[in-house]
């Protein structure tokens, strides 16, 4: 994942897959999982204060022509407190586990839908809010005979 503003700021979110490749293709985490990644930075020349990392679950449900689109914060990380320089990566480790996180659902019956993304924020000195979503695929591991 990218997250540009032409000549200020470059920087690049490289995260895993859930089997250890790294790719740019959609994600897949199960319920348990580990996110891992890393954070570098390129260019900055825009005075960064803070950045997060969010995990958002987005439900949508249509009931007649009506599409009704509800976003929920699960969780939020400050994965950085302070101005970034050129060069520099942070190393990102986000544990599923702890949230009540439910299986991706994609256009169930043509009425509903969960999707969840990694939301990275930026903020810099004067307030101003950048961003960018990923989204990713989260599924539940098949029951185990014991």
Not at 51 to 64: A, F
Not at 85 to 104: M, N
């Amino acid at each position: 994942m990218e997250v540009g503003i032409e000549d200020c700021l470059h920087i690049e979110f490289e995260y895993n897959k859930s089997n250890g490749e790294w790719e740019s293709k959609p994600h897949r985490y199960h319920l348990k999982d580990v996110i891992i990644g890393k954070i570098f930075f390129f260019l900055v020349k825009i005075k960064i204060k803070n950045m997060d990392i969010e995990i958002r679950r987005r439900e949508s449900t249509v009931t007649g022509a009506t599409n009704h689109v509800e976003t929920e914060t699960l969780a939020k990380f400050e994965l950085m407190d302070g101005a970034p320089v050129r060069g520099e990566s942070i190393p990102v480790r986000l544990f599923l586990s702890p949230y009540e996180l439910t299986p991706t659902h994609r256009n169930i019956n043509n009425k509903f839908s969960v999707k969840y993304y990694l939301n990275l924020v930026l903020v810099d000195e004067e307030g101003l809010r950048y961003f960018k979503q990923q989204q990713i695929t989260i599924y539940r591991l098949p029951l185990q005979d014991t």
